[in-house]
């Protein structure tokens, strides 16, 4: 896991040297650029990650609600003195660094949670677990909100995968991606055409589970809650602001403007696109090194490989993802201490989403939402919210046999 | 411990999803980077600029190397809207000297072209003001120069012939691949004609250029690149000193000068006037100074040279004489009777005074109206005819090989092909067969309705010089360092008659000159041969016409001299053609008297 981390924190540091290496600006060095930044970034993250491995594991364990405390109240204060980019009123100024609490909060939810669910007397089959839960997740989330995230707040939804592992029913997991799938169906297709479909394959299910009463009531009822949930999709829809739809309707390709909203991912894929096999060349990228792709060393770092590393490199960077996400879940299991175990799968699950949706809106598979890739995009908070959850996590596999 | 076991199992479905993630987004690679080609398109279009590299554009030169045209950097203000940042719109309005609603209107007018593409913000500054404001352009992002090249001419004159450069326009820009909005293109005279040659071919350059359309380099070192070919230098066979020298005798005289040498064809000296500076033509002052010209009254922009048609008056005379000699209704020896002019019923066709009858070569010399007059009729209505209309068709066809009544094909723009009337205009205007010889006999002394330039009266006198043929008049000499030109001047054009009669012609013209009607043209040193003619004019004082050659033998120069409303053909345009002929052949003065009085005349 340290090699993988060390491989991709390279990766992301070359890359954005790529992204915004110019003639005037050639050093990797060069401090006033992302890549002498992103450097700057990376050690103090190398040094996180060794004080991490030095202390004491148990910490986190017996600290967890107090971190969770102190990042709620964070994330309540930067709304009011925050400092606001690109609309998000989620940073904290230091002098010219900014401190974005809600990178934050994925770990200290997710140690809240591990804490929480670990506990010897608390079994998620109970409502009145799944409600704490609920609103151990909601009171980031709804500050994050607040501070006009959103990008960041639907990251907590990606925690349905370790719920799943601890024992949620796994109707629930298959009805939130079942959302997900209606969600898209129901903006891609027309709402009647989506709904029209449902009620055949309900009538075929009713069909074949007529004589067993109990499962043909569920089915109905199902029917009418994905019905309502179609319903309501359009609705919430056609009530978004406006630049979020123009969004989702470049995305799913119903509104084609090269100009404004569609730019940034016809580029992005242009970019990605004209990588070809092999790529362009390491600094060779044109789409990426003349600015035609938007914010390539954060949000679209992925184009950059993709363009001059070409399908090599992207796959290359997936695979390493896919290496690292597998790799953690198998960690997880085989922790002794519950703890730890909840801790990794969250860690996984944050993990996941943030690739899933990061590069799938580079690929245009999903819409711009404004989260960064993993250890890879330029952006200090990022780097070090994620090292540092990557490293307590390394931290308590290496003393796992102490914990319990 | 057995949920235990099978939540832990859950982990297979977790890792599941996650690779079934990652199975979509490889698949959506392989779409993106392995199968679509059309990223790969639009990433070049994206990223690639063609820019053109001018070369720069051919010079001119006269006969005897002297330089007429050349390229003079100048310098065009280029704005990119949005690289523009706020600044001090008054200082900039003040070291452009605008006024401040008229930045406004070009700068919206940029910016509405295309805030991200380079325009032109205001072109043509000289290097003077170039260099002035160059130095403080750099407060100004946003706004560059880019360098240009405008046609300089050190002598001002030649400006019909030399022709000018200025935009392409839409008509052009539909029918050629070659050209792009802003480019300069000939538009008149030899700029026109030679444009190919002249221009060189446009090289090429692909850079690549960031989202804001800003080069940052060029494409795989230049590899795709093409150089341009610069345009190739003319050697025109103008002289420019007879050229200055005919527009400083053309001076207040309205009316055109045309010299050629016979042998080559090659045009000497044109000169229309009223003329104007070609430099006025050029750069920033050009649409202003053209709006001037158009509009006035002297219509200095119209080529007499090449586009007034005039009847020829007596000079006409000659190719009356030749043709009927060629058909053999002349002799030389044949005599008319003149009785103070032509008579015939209601028709008088007068006459000066001077004895009769005449034979050919004197009725030439004193330029008698009613022996042509009675040599026509004789033509039209010679028995070898079965008709009036093929009488006048044989005529017709012999004196258009003469180069009259078409177009001569030069290498110059808007040359008219005068009017020698068909006999279908004659059936039109009289009625079919309902006219003869004598409806139509101003036509023997070179009235009525025929038409013909100052060029082809040089041709004329070329032709006669040539006895009986003529080379394609042309005004370049020799392309680049090439010496063959265009293989259509070097063809001998033979007239219809032949050479012989010409010699008998020829020694009239002397006799013009010497004893006749140009006795003022009388050189000591050569023999010239010329014919005077005064070309009617309905609307005021009638044109004085003089053609002429010289020497008699080895001619070196075929010219025509036409001076519009100066009378009577003799007392002008006899002296300037012969001023002309002496400045070519022996390139010095011996009349400074003659000389004066013709340069200080105003005639209009
Ligand atoms: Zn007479």
Redesign the pocket.
Known sequence: MVTLYLILVTIGWVNIYAAVYSEEHKSILDFGQNSGKQLIWILSSLLIALTLLLIDPKIFNTFAYVIYGVNLVLLILVIFVGREISGSKSWFGVGDVGIQPAEFAKLATSLALARYLSAIDVKIQNSSTKVYTFILIALPVLAILLENDTGSALVFTALIFMLYREGLSGNILILGLMMVVMFFATLMIDKLIVLGIITIVALIIIWFVRKNRKILWISIGLFFLTAGFIYSVDYAFSHLEEHQKTRIDVLLGKQVDLKKAGYNVNQSKIAIGSGGFAGKGFLNGTQTKYNFVPEQSTDFIFCTIGEEWGFVGSLTLLGLFMGLLIRIVTVAERQRSSFSRIYGYALASILFFHITVNIGMTIGLFPVIGIPLPFVSYGGSSLWAFTTMLFIFIKQDSSRLNLL | MILKQSLSGRRFVIISIFLAIGIIYVTRLIYLQLIDDSFIISANRNVLRELTVYPPRGLIYDRNGKLLTYNEAIYDLMVIPKQVRDFDTIEFCKMLNLPKEEFKSMFSKAYNYSPYKASVFEKQYSKEEYSFIEEKLYKYPGFYFQSRTLRKYPYPMAAHTLGYIGEVDNSVLDSSHYYKPGDYIGISGIEKSYEEVLRGKNGCTIMMVDNLNRVKGSFRDGLFDTMPIPGQNLYSSLDADLQAYGELLMKNKRGSIVAIEPSTGEILSIVTSPSYDPNLLVGRVRTQNYVKLSEDADKPLFNRALMAKYPPGSTFKLVNALVGLQEGVLKTATAFS?E??FHVGKLNVE??P?P?P?DLMH?IA?S????FCKAFRAMIDSRKFHSVREGYETWRKLVMSFGLGEHLNTDLTSELRGNIPSANFYDKYHGKNRWKSLSIISLAIGQGEIGITPLQLANLASVIANRGYYLTPHIVKAIGNKKNLNPKFLDKKKTLVDAAYFNIVADAMLMVVEAGTASSAKSDEYKICGKTGTAQNPHGKNHSIFIAFAPKDNPKIAISVVIENAGFGATWAVPIASLMIEKYISGKITRPDVEESMINAKIY
């Open positions: 003149c103070r002019g006459c000066h001077h009769s005449l009725a004193v008698c109206n009613a022996y």
